[in-house]
C-alpha cells in the first residue's frame, strides 16, 4: 500500500492497512513525520498479530515537485514495486484559510 502520510487520513489508513498486515511505502514533505508514521506503523503491524506484511519504506516527498514525483519509483525498494493500493490522499487544505477553525488534537476543525 502506497500512502501520504504526514497526518490525519493518511496516517490513520497507513496505521489501519499496517496492523491488517501489509507492506507499505509511505511518502510525506516532512522527515519527523514520516518517520514517526513508519514507527507507528510497524508497531501496529506487530499488534496486528497477522505474521504477513510490516515492510515499511519512506521516501520524503513534496507532490508539488513534479520532478520528484516522476522520478519516485526510483525510490521504492525492489521487494515493494508490486504495488496493490495507492492512497492518494495527498492534497491542501486550503479552504481552511478562508474560514474560522480551531485546533483540536493536532487537526483543524469548525467552531
Not at 526510483?74 to 495527498?90: G, R
Not at 486550503?94 to 485546533?103: A, I, M, S
Request: hydrophobic share 40%.
Amino acid at each position: 500500500m502506497w500512502c501520504s502520510v504526514a497526518a490525519g487520513i493518511g496516517r490513520s489508513t497507513a496505521l489501519k492497512f499496517a496492523q491488517a498486515g501489509a507492506n507499505l511505502i509511505l511518502t510525506a514533505r516532512r522527515e519527523v513525520q514520516l518517520t514517526e508514521v513508519a514507527e507507528a506503523a510497524k508497531a501496529a503491524n506487530k499488534a496486528g498479530g497477522t505474521g504477513q506484511g510490516g515492510e515499511v519504506a519512506t521516501i520524503v516527498l513534496d507532490m508539488q515537485d513534479r520532478k520528484a514525483v516522476a522520478d519516485v519509483l526510483s525510490h521504492v525498494p525492489e521487494s515493494l514495486k508490486k504495488i496493490d493500493i495507492l492512497v492518494n490522499n495527498a492534497g491542501k487544505q486550503q479552504e481552511l484559510l478562508h474560514h474560522p477553525t480551531t485546533r483540536i488534537g493536532g487537526y483543524c476543525v469548525p467552531p
